[in-house]
C-alpha cells in the first residue's frame, strides 16, 4: 500500500504541472495586466516608460516560455515566488489563509456529514414517509439554491434580525464567527450526502443479499448494521471525496460573502489585480488539496470493499 | 406416521388493486410436507413456485402480498404470524437458500462471519464463540480448507462454493424445513449434481424436510418423493415422483414431460424437432381455461 500511494503521489507532479501552464497561459491571453492596476486600474493613459518599468521590476518583460521555465526551476524547490502585490512570499500568504479556509471547508463537511448521512438513512427506511418527502424537498432545495443567497439569508436573520451571530469576519477563529459561514457552505454537500446515501441505501436494501440477511432472520438493525452500513459506505465516501475536494475552491464566494480570510479570497483579490504568482499558488494548493482526497477516496475504498486492491 | 411437518392450505398471492379484485399470481395452493421428506415443485417460470416459497417464510416484496391462506407449522399458521416471532423462526427452524449464488451472498463480508451470524442470531453466541462453529458449518458441506475459506470473502470464491456456502447458513441451525428455490440452475451440471448430493446426504442426516423448487424435471426426479406441478399460479397435479413421472395425468404435465429432451432422441427419430411446450400442450383442451389463468405470456 506504500508503494500504491508513492506512486499516486508521483503521479499528481504531471496534473500539477499541466494545471501551472495552463494558469500562465491563461493570463497571458487575458486583458489586463498587472502594470495597469498598479497604475489606476487602467482609466488613465499609461505612459509606456512606466510600464516597461514596472514590467522588468517584476520580470513581466521576458517572453512567456522564459517566464515559464523561471517559475518551474522555483517550483521544484518549493518556491512559489514573490507577491507582486505585497511583496511577500506567496507561501507565506498562503500559510497565512490555509488554516481559516481548511477550518471553514472541513466544518462545513462535518455539518453535512453529521446530518446528512443521518437523514438520508432515516429517509430510505421509510421511504415515502413525511420524513422522506420533507428530506428530499429540504435537499433538492439545497442543491438548487445559490450559496450567496444562503448566505446572505443567514446573515439577514441570524445576525442583522435576531442579533445572535456576527455577519462576517474571521473574529480571531471564535467558534461563533464559524457557524454562519459553515452552514452557508455546507448545505449544499449536506442536501447531495442525504440524496446520496437515501439512494444508496435504497439500492443496497433492494440487493439480494439482504434477502438472504433476511431469511436468516435478522431484525432490521441487525441487518442494517451488519449488512448496510459497510456496503452504502463505498457510495458515500466517493460523494463525500468529491465534495471535500473541491470545498476548498468552492468556498470563494462564501469566503467573500463573510470576509473570511481564506484561500478563495486570496485568490479572487489577486486575479483582480492580476497579481500572477498569488493566484497561481492558490490554485495549485486548491488543486493539490483536491489530488490527495482523491488518493485518500482511493485508500478508504479499498479498506471497505475486499475486491478493490489497490495495485 | 405423525402428521405433516407443515400444512398449507389455499395460499392465494397476489397485487392488491384498489379498483377491483387483486391480480392473482398464486390460487388456492394447498399441499403438505412430512417430516425428513423432499417435496418438489415444478413448474415453468413464472408459475408462482418461489413467490409461494418466499411467502412461506413471510420474503415476499411489496407489491406481492399474501392474500388468503394458512401454513401450519407446529400447530402455528406462518402467514399470520407477528413479524418478530416468524423472524426467531426463519433460518432457524425454516431457512432457505436461493437460486443466485453470486449475489446472494453479502459481498463485503468474510464467508465465516456471514455463517457465524446464524449462531449469533439464533443461539445466542458471542462473534468469537461463533467462528470456530462456523468453520465446523463449513467443513460439514464439504468446502475444502474451511479455515482458510472462512476467512475468504464471496468474491474469491467459485459459484458452487459459494452455493455450498448458502447451504452451510441455510443448515447452520439444523433446521426442520429448508426451502430451495432452485438451488443448481445457476450451477454447470457437474456442480449441480454434488450440490444436490449434498443437500439429500445433509438433509437424511438432520432429518430436515426439503421444499425443493426447480423447473428442471430431471433434478426433481433424482431428488423428490413427492412432487407438485405448478402452472399459472395453480396446483395442477400431487402425485409421488415415481407415478407422475411413469404415469402423468394431468394434460400439462404430459405436456411438461414430453417436451423434456432425450439423449438420442434425434437419431432415433430423425430430424425430429424439439418438442416445445406450447405444441406439447392443448391449450385449447376442455377445461384447460379453468387451470390456466391466462395464456403464457400475458401474465401481470
Known sequence: MGRYILRRLLQMIPTLLAVAALIFLIFSVLPGSFAGTMTGGGRRALSPELVAQINAQFGLDKPLPVRFWDYLVRLVQFDLGTSFRTREPVMDLIAARIWPSLQLALSAMALAVTVGIPLGFLAAMRPGSLLDSITMIGAVSGLSMPQFWLGLLLMYVFALQLGWLPSFGYGEGRLRNL?????????????????????????????????????KGASPSQMVRWHVLRNVMVLIVTTMGLQIGSLLGQALVIEKLFSWPGLGSLMVDSVAIRDIP???????????????????????????????SLR | ?????????????????????????????????????????????????????????????????????????????????????????????????????????????????????????????????????????????????????????????????????????????????????????????????????????????????????????????????????????RLLELRDAKALFTDPRHPYTQGLLAALPRLGSRAVEGRHRLADLDTAIDRNAPGFAETYLRPRGEAA
Not at chain 2, 451472498?105 to 446464524?118: F, Y
Not at chain 2, 428455490?181 to 451440471?189: G, K, N, Q, W, Y
Not at chain 2, 454434488?194 to 424436510?209: D, M, N, S, Y
Open chain 1, 179 to 215: 457557524i454562519l459561514p459553515a452552514i452557508a457552505l455546507g448545505f449544499a454537500p449536506l442536501a447531495l450526502l442525504a440524496r446520496t446515501t437515501r439512494a444508496g441505501v435504497l439500492e443496497v436494501m433492494a440487493s439480494d443479499h439482504i434477502r438472504t440477511a433476511m431469511a
Open chain 1, 278 to 308: 498569488v493566484v497561481q499558488g492558490t490554485i495549485l494548493v486548491i488543486v493539490l488539496w483536491f489530488l490527495v482526497i482523491n488518493v485518500l477516496v482511493d485508500v478508504i475504498y479499498a479498506a471497505i470493499d475486499p475486491r478493490i
Open chain 2, 1 to 233: 406416521m405423525s402428521g405433516p411437518l407443515l400444512d398449507i392450505r389455499g395460499l392465494t398471492i397476489g397485487i392488491p388493486n384498489r379498483n377491483g379484485p387483486p391480480l392473482q399470481i398464486v390460487r388456492d395452493l394447498s399441499f403438505d410436507i412430512m417430516p425428513g421428506e423432499i417435496f418438489g415443485l415444478v413448474g415453468e417460470s413464472g408459475s408462482g413456485k418461489s413467490a409461494s416459497a418466499l411467502a412461506l417464510m413471510g420474503l415476499n416484496r411489496r407489491p406481492l402480498t399474501t392474500l388468503k391462506g394458512q401454513a401450519l407449522y407446529g400447530g402455528q399458521d406462518l402467514l399470520a404470524m407477528s413479524r418478530r416471532s416468524m423472524r426467531k423462526l426463519r433460518g432457524d427452524r425454516i431457512s432457505m437458500i436461493f437460486q443466485e449464488p453470486m449475489t446472494a451472498l453479502n459481498p463485503l463480508a468474510r464467508i465465516g462471519s456471514q455463517i457465524a451470524e446464524m449462531f449469533v442470531l439464533h443461539r445466542g453466541l458471542s462473534w468469537s464463540d461463533a467462528r470456530p462453529k462456523a468453520v465446523e458449518a463449513l467443513a460439514a458441506v464439504q468446502v475444502p480448507d474451511p479455515e482458510g475459506r472462512a476467512r475468504a470473502y464471496p468474491h474469491q470464491l467459485s459459484g458452487g462454493l459459494r452455493q455450498r456456502v448458502m447451504i452451510a447458513v441455510a443448515m447452520a441451525c439444523r433446521p426442520d424445513l429448508l426451502i430451495a428455490d432452485e438451488p443448481t440452475t445457476a450451477l454447470d451440471v457437474t456442480v449441480q449434481a454434488e450440490v444436490l448430493r449434498l443437500i439429500r446426504e445433509l438433509c437424511e442426516r438432520e432429518g430436515t424436510a426439503v421444499l425443493l423448487i426447480s423447473h428442471d424435471l430431471g433434478v426433481i426426479a433424482q431428488m423428490c418423493q413427492r412432487v407438485g406441478v405448478m402452472a399459472n399460479g
